[in-house]
């Protein structure tokens, strides 16, 4: 049984990177020059690794999408009081019953 085995694309995800040589050896193992220079020899089960990382993943079976829009519940806004106004954040209500210590201008 012959594999394509495409040892370039495994040297390269080894290394990081392209590299300047590499060669496969029957026993699984592959000796790789990385681009800095520096020889690297990787173990069958390292080599195995890398080819499993670079094969596609399968993409998952879509749903089929349904012709009907699902309405979503929108939250009810709770309602002021009347004669309340919106205070900026950070202000203190004043208790009920008392009055403003601010004189009116006339």
Same mark, same amino acid.
């Given at each position: 049984m012959s594999q394509n085995i495409n040892f370039k694309a495994?040297?390269?995800k080894l290394v990081n990177? +392209? @590299?300047l040589a590499f060669k496969n050896y029957p026993d699984? /193992?592959?000796?790789?020059?990385?681009?800095?220079?520096?020889?690297f020899k990787f173990t069958p089960e390292q080599v195995q690794e890398a080819q499993e990382q670079l094969k596609p993943k399968p993409k998952p079976k879509s +749903? @089929?999408?349904s012709t009907t829009k699902?309405?979503?519940? /929108?939250?009810?806004?709770?309602?002021?009081?009347?004669g309340s106004a919106k205070r900026p954040e950070g202000t203190a209500k004043r208790p009920e019953g008392t009055k403003s210590t601010k004189a009116k201008k006339t």
């Open positions: 495994i040297a390269e990177g +392209k @590299p699984g /193992s592959l000796v790789v020059i990385a681009p800095t220079g520096q020889k +749903k @089929p999408k699902k309405k979503t519940a /929108s939250k009810p806004t709770a309602k002021r009081p009347e």
